[in-house]
Nanobody, 121 residues
């Protein structure tokens, strides 16, 4: 069993900041990518930021320069620092991990339950 647990969402005013965290736990052999997605009401889920174990990152154009993804591999945790937040950033934010549960396992995708971020005055 593998679980991804997100935290850090909430209500923030435009221009404010939030930091999301996501920790993977359970039967994990190794973690490859750890990413953040978001889904706004009536819209498809979209990739916000992606990270590799080696530290490479990738961002959606809409958040470049405002959001920073980082990870602590020893803690199996990925963070999303969000700054200069805009109302259009309002969404449920999901953590996704690509990992193996054993040496012989293939890569599997796991999702967290999501955390609500609301940007409003």
């Amino acid at each position: 069993q593998v679980q991804l647990v997100e935290s850090g969402g909430g209500l923030v005013q435009p221009g404010g900041s939030l930091r999301l965290s996501c920790t993977a736990s359970g039967s994990i052999f190794s973690i490859n990518a750890m990413d953040w997605y978001r889904q706004a009401p009536g819209k498809q889920r979209e990739l916000v930021a992606a990270s590799t174990p080696g530290g490479s990152t990738n961002y959606a154009d809409s958040v470049k320069g405002r959001f920073t993804i980082s990870r602590d591999n020893a803690k199996s945790t990925v963070y999303l620092q969000m700054s200069s937040l805009k109302p259009e950033d309002t969404a449920v934010y999901y953590c996704r991990a690509t990992l193996r549960t054993s040496y012989s396992d293939y890569l599997r995708l796991y999702w967290g339950q999501g955390t609500q971020v609301t940007v409003s005055s």
